[in-house]
């Protein structure tokens, strides 16, 4: 059995694949640092090769939070678009009430 001794508190994310909170940084998407500590290789390796992989949830918990990223950003997308089109259909309003 392979201990990967984890006393700290690390990124799961990070762990797993890779975490989502370095991604987008200074955009409006900005998820904000992790306040975690992301692990050296080393011990990225070793959870992949030990008998923990897959069983302790973090892959789920991963999915989980990277599904929720997606829904927030096609939510934002959605009331852009919306708004892009109230504003459009206010233009033409405008504009035929000038001529």
């Given at each position: 059995k392979q201990n990967?001794?984890?006393?700290?508190?690390?990124c799961k994310y990070f762990l797993v694949k890779f975490c989502p909170h370095d991604l987008f940084t200074n955009t409006k998407a900005d998820l904000?640092?992790?306040?975690?500590?992301?692990?050296?290789?080393?011990?990225?390796?070793t959870y992949h090769t030990s008998q923990r992989w897959k069983t302790m949830g973090y892959e789920e918990s991963f999915l989980r939070f990277l599904e929720s990223v997606v829904e927030d950003m096609e939510?934002?997308?959605?009331?852009?678009?919306?708004?892009?089109?109230?504003?459009?259909r206010y233009m033409k309003a405008e504009t035929r009430k000038s001529r």
């Open positions: 990967i001794g984890l006393t700290i508190r690390f904000a640092p992790a306040n975690t500590q992301h692990m050296t290789s080393k011990y990225v390796k939510r934002k997308i959605k009331r852009q678009h919306e708004r892009l089109e109230h504003d459009e």
